[in-house]
């Protein structure tokens, strides 16, 4: 079956480590975004990529980084910089360059800093 | 900047009754696209519903119908003979033209009363 797998679905790393969220598809997509969602916020776009190599920032990305070295794979690093880390973040990609846009998303992965 | 509101944080309905959830958007552009996704409490983002804004007919999907009011700038959600498993969170999202974001309302919890 075609969708979005995050690992893990629960993550818990000490204060000052950095830590890689898993995000990877196989629905073909060329386009692929993270977000953070936290309660009462919706969802915040950190990253997003519409193409192998390439990413822009979006609305949150200082304290994040990203890489797109396979069109299935779009990992997330949230570093010690990010000064409020714990949250849930989710994973989805999209069809580029065409409508009607929808994105699929992945199950999420619960990020908890301590 | 594009904006997604959704100003109730929270309804309730009872179970086989019908619900409207509000959604209002600004955007400049004259080519987008309107979603209502759903999270439910397994927190996997699932579209329920998709408006293409130069289609003037609302959208349909089986129990889940749209009023998409272009010139206001309003895009709600009706849930005909609501069921229990229709509680969840719900997402109004924008697409504008031209470009590969989403843009997300803060969300508006759901409950449905046996």
């Known amino acids: 079956d075609g969708g979005i797998t995050q690992s893990p679905k629960y993550l818990f790393r000490k204060e000052g480590q950095n830590v890689t969220l898993s995000c990877e598809q196989n629905?073909?997509?060329?386009?692929m975004y993270w977000y953070r969602q936290d309660p009462g916020q919706g969802l915040r776009l950190i990253y997003y990529?519409?193409?192998?190599?390439?990413?822009q920032k979006g609305d949150i990305a200082e304290g994040y980084s990203v890489s797109r070295e396979k069109k299935e794979s779009f990992p997330l690093t949230v570093t010690s910089a990010q000064k409020n880390p714990t949250a849930f973040y989710l994973c989805?990609?999209?069809?580029?360059?065409?409508?009607?846009?929808?994105?699929?998303f992945g199950p999420g992965t619960r990020l908890t800093v301590t | 900047a594009q904006t997604v509101t959704q100003s109730q944080p929270e309804m309730s309905v009872q179970e086989a009754e019908t619900v409207t959830l509000s959604c209002t958007y600004d955007?400049?552009?004259?080519?987008?696209?309107l979603f209502w996704y759903k999270q439910p409490p397994s927190r996997q983002m699932i579209l329920v519903i998709r408006?293409?804004?130069?289609?003037?007919q609302n959208a349909t999907e089986n129990r889940f119908s749209v009023n998409f009011q272009k010139a206001a700038k309003s895009f709600s959600l009706k849930i005909s003979d609501s069921q229990l498993g229709d509680a969840a969170m719900y997402f109004c999202?924008?697409?504008?033209?031209?470009?590969?974001?989403?843009?997300f309302g803060k969300g508006m919890k759901l409950t449905v009363n046996p």
């Open positions: 989805a990609s999209s069809i580029y360059g065409q409508g009607p846009y929808e994105q699929y």
């Open positions: 629905l073909n997509h060329d386009a």
């Open positions: 990529s519409q193409i192998v190599n390439d990413f």
């Open positions: 955007t400049s552009e004259s080519d987008y696209y």
């Open positions: 408006q293409e804004a130069y289609k003037q």
């Open positions: 999202a924008c697409h504008q033209g031209g470009s590969e974001k989403l843009v």
